[in-house]
């Protein structure tokens, strides 16, 4: 802000010497000038107005809005903005207003602030965003409407908005997106709508946003992802996360229009089978994340298009069993859990394409130690020695005798024929 102004000293000419007293006079009864620093806010900063937790009701008038940059109004009792509220500073850059009561936005609140970057309106109370509320703002790069109760979206709702960069809509009363949603922001990049209650998508709702890079949608109700098209507007997508919805099905080829894809979560659905061309197209994928399914088992190619992958999370599923191929094409593979399963036994061939891997959670699972288990404890004791694999724990529960002992603490000539009778398929050592 600028400094404080200065009192000249007027010297009077001698014939007004006499009337001093009707001059004072005159002063006192001109009006008093506004504080250049509002009760009780704090203007210690240059340019920067705070008036974070002050109890405030309502928003302060400044003296001098021209020089204010930056206005922090958040943590207060404001519950209306009007029309009038900021339209003095026309030169501010960042404002936030969150964790306040906002519950009425007028229209035209920020329509004199053509200059402002960054927009905080997160934990209020706002029903919705009026059409036309932020059109004015094309310099905005910043927008947070976190927390709020806002429950429809248009396809005005974000018009004008040429410059944002990153919105944050999580943790709303969302229920759906329309077509063209976000048809207006050809430049986001980061886009938040976790923690909503969306059970529909529209086919067109990701229209327009060819630059996202991160997309959140976890924590919803959605069912299913039936449109093979759905995110094929998200070319340059890094990072798609689906986690704790009701996810029962994903259609064929869901993600193929995503080459980019680095990390993708589906953990915490509801997921019992997956098509074998569910990950068709992710060749760029290097995290994966399914835990807390319901799958029994998995395609035999299901993860072939997947030759980039690093990490993939299966635990807290009821995978009963792997086909020998399985990870076959995962050359890239370093973390892998199948914790929490229910798998007996694993064939010891299953990680022989997988060189890099050295992070390998079997825990949590029904083992039976018996001879089909012989090649997984020769491929485990050989990338042991070399120093190429953390420990990995398997616990035995069948047969009786070997209940609660480890796999790597055993001989080979203690592991029995299996209970069933079926063949003992000793893989050889890696």
């Known amino acids: 802000m600028g400094a404080p102004r200065r009192l000249r000293l007027m010297v009077l000419p001698r014939a007004l010497r006499g009337c001093v007293p009707l001059f004072l006079l005159l002063l006192l009864l001109l009006p008093a000038a506004e504080p250049i620093c509002p009760e009780p806010c704090d203007c210690q900063q240059h340019q920067h107005l705070l008036c974070t937790n002050r109890g405030l009701r309502s928003v302060p008038k400044a003296a001098e809005p021209q020089d204010i940059l930056t206005y ?17 500073l026309a030169g501010l850059q960042r404002l936030d207003l969150q964790y306040n009561r906002i519950r009425s936005l007028h229209p035209k609140a920020f329509e004199r602030l053509g200059r402002l970057e960054e927009l905080y309106l997160g934990n209020n109370l706002l029903p919705a965003l009026a059409p036309g509320t932020l059109s004015a703002l094309a310099k905005l790069r910043i927008l947070y409407v976190n927390a709020n109760e806002i429950g429809r979206l248009s396809a005005t709702s974000f018009s004008g908005l040429n410059s944002l960069v990153k919105l944050r809509l999580d943790g709303n009363e969302l229920g759906s997106l329309g077509d063209s949603t976000f ?3 050809p430049n986001l990049l980061y886009l938040h709508l976790e923690s909503n209650r969306i059970r529909w998508l529209s086919r067109g709702a990701f229209t327009g946003l060819a630059k996202l890079r991160f ?6 109700q959605q069912s299913s992802l039936r449109h093979p098209d759905i995110f094929g507007p998200l070319r340059s997508l890094h990072t798609l996360l689906l986690a704790s919805n009701s996810l029962q099905q994903l259609a064929g080829g869901l993600f193929q229009h995503l080459p980019g894809l680095a990390k993708l979560s589906l953990s915490g659905n509801r997921l019992a089978h997956l098509a074998p061309d569910a990950f068709t197209g992710l060749g760029s994928l290097k995290e994966l994340r ?12 299901l993860l072939e298009p997947l030759s980039s992958l690093e990490a993939l999370d299966l635990s807290r599923n ?3 069993a792997l086909h020998p191929a399985t990870f076959g094409r995962l050359g890239r593979l370093r973390e892998l859990s199948l914790r929490d399963n229910a798998l007996a036994t694993l064939p010891g061939e299953l990680f022989a394409s997988s060189p890099a891997l050295y992070r390998l959670e079997l825990e949590g699972n029904a083992w039976s130690c018996d001879c089909r288990l012989r090649g997984l404890k020769r491929w485990l004791g050989a990338w042991h020695s070399q120093g190429r694999l953390l420990t990995v724990f398997v616990q035995c529960r069948l047969p009786p005798a070997l209940a609660g002992k480890y796999l790597d603490y055993l001989q080979d000539a203690q592991l029995p024929p299996p209970q069933d009778g079926g063949p003992c398929h000793d893989a050889a050592a890696p």
Do not use: C, K, M, V
């Open 215 to 220: 997309l959140d949608l976890s924590g919803n």
């Open 290 to 301: 399914l835990e807390g399914n319901l799958l029994s088992h998995l395609p035999a190619a």
């Open 183 to 185: 048809s207006g922001l």
């Open 72 to 88: 922090s109004l958040g943590g207060n009792f404001i519950a209306n903005i009007s029309a009038f509220d900021f339209h003095r």
């Open 318 to 320: 009821a995978l009963t």
